[in-house]
């Protein structure tokens, strides 16, 4: 048994697979799935792997924010979470890898760099995926997009 306690729950619910429906019990959130066109399909929804871009530059720029905050930190600062789904010859099917770029508003690349990668440690999406996907950790220049 973990020692660890469930702090928060999340449920969603999908019908159709790749092209279907996706919603959280509440109806609070729904998203229509489509393959992408790239991959033959109508591309006239989200899909699987733009859902977990969102949710780990989220998750992730949270962990960013906690390190900015103990290093009292408060420049502005940007996740961009590229999702790639890739073939995989092991199997003939898929598998994914992330590239997370971060920017941090007037800090020099080797700071952004050492708190992004502290970030890749704490989060728990970094933690999930751990030895399971390649993820490259990268800085950019902030963009200053809101």
Same mark, same amino acid.
């Given at each position: 048994?973990?020692?660890?306690?469930?702090?928060?729950?999340? @449920?969603?619910?999908?019908?159709?697979?790749?092209?279907?429906?996706?919603?959280?019990?509440?109806?609070?959130?729904?998203?229509?799935?489509? @393959?992408?066109? /790239?991959?033959?399909?109508?591309?006239?929804?989200?899909?699987?792997?733009?859902?977990?871009?969102?949710?780990?530059?989220?998750?992730?720029?949270?962990?960013?924010?906690?390190?900015?905050?103990?290093?009292?930190?408060?420049?502005?600062? /940007?996740?961009?979470?590229?999702?790639?789904?890739?073939?995989?010859?092991?199997?003939?099917?898929?598998?994914?890898?992330?590239?997370? /770029?971060?920017?941090?508003?007037?800090?020099?690349?080797?700071?952004?760099?050492?708190?992004?990668?502290?970030?890749?440690?704490?989060?728990?999406?970094?933690?999930?995926?751990?030895?399971?996907?390649?993820?490259?950790?990268?800085?950019?220049?902030?963009?200053?997009? /809101?």
């Amino acid at each position: 048994m973990s020692e660890s306690e469930v702090k928060y729950s999340a @449920t969603a619910i999908n019908t159709g697979g790749r092209v279907g429906e996706s919603h959280v019990p509440d109806k609070s959130f729904s998203v229509k799935v489509s @393959t992408p066109k /790239e991959m033959g399909g109508p591309g006239q929804g989200s899909n699987p792997e733009q859902l977990f871009a969102l949710g780990y530059s989220a998750c992730y720029h949270s962990a960013l924010d906690h390190y900015k905050r103990e290093e009292k930190i408060t420049n502005k600062s /940007e996740v961009t979470t590229t999702i790639n789904l890739l073939s995989d010859p092991t199997d003939g099917g898929f598998k994914l890898a992330a590239v997370i /770029e971060v920017a941090i508003e007037g800090l020099d690349d080797a700071k952004v760099q050492e708190l992004a990668d502290k970030a890749h440690s704490y989060c728990p999406y970094s933690k999930a995926t751990s030895g399971n996907i390649d993820v490259t950790i990268k800085t950019k220049e902030y963009s200053g997009e /809101e």
